[in-house]
């Protein structure tokens, strides 16, 4: 995390069993956006005021909220990150996640995992997720 400007933590997944990595990894967040310079955080959640509930102690900082939909993950973001000139649009973003997200069951499927969470698939959907985001415009090649 501190060799990253920025780090993105959605505390909507909360489920059964209750697991606590995104709040405790916001936690190292904030507390390193106070002592090293540069580093900020944007915090994400699905339901209004839901964070006052279980996570009061953040009370003044405003989590982006998006629903529990992708556009709204990626507005959220987008919104955090973007820069006066040049952020991209919410639609080349949803176009980037439709086409990375039907690369996911080739991936898992030729490697004979259930999930994407191994080194190798996860290295092969950053790889093509920077040829897509190459392909729309948003980096240069």
């Known amino acids: 995390m501190r060799a ?7 505390l909507s997944r909360v489920g059964l069993p209750v697991r606590f990595n995104m709040p405790f990894e916001l936690g190292i967040a904030f507390a390193l956006s106070r002592v090293q310079k540069g580093h900020s955080f944007v915090m994400l959640e699905a339901k209004r ?24 993950l990626n507005s959220c973001v987008l919104s955090s ?5 040049g952020t991209p649009s919410p639609a080349a973003v949803s176009r980037i996640y439709r086409d990375l997200s039907k690369t ?3 991936f898992k499927s030729h490697h004979g995992r259930s999930t994407i969470y191994s080194r190798d698939i996860f290295n ?5 997720a920077i040829r897509l985001t190459e392909k729309e415009g948003l980096v240069a090649q």
């Open 4 to 10: 990253c400007s920025v780090s993105i933590h959605d």
């Open 49 to 72: 005021h839901r964070l006052i509930k279980t996570l009061s102690d953040v009370n003044g900082i405003d989590p982006g909220i998006h629903g529990a939909t992708v556009r709204g």
């Open 81 to 85: 990150l973007g820069k006066p000139q």
């Open 124 to 128: 092969k959907l950053v790889e093509v």
């Open 104 to 106: 996911v069951p080739v």
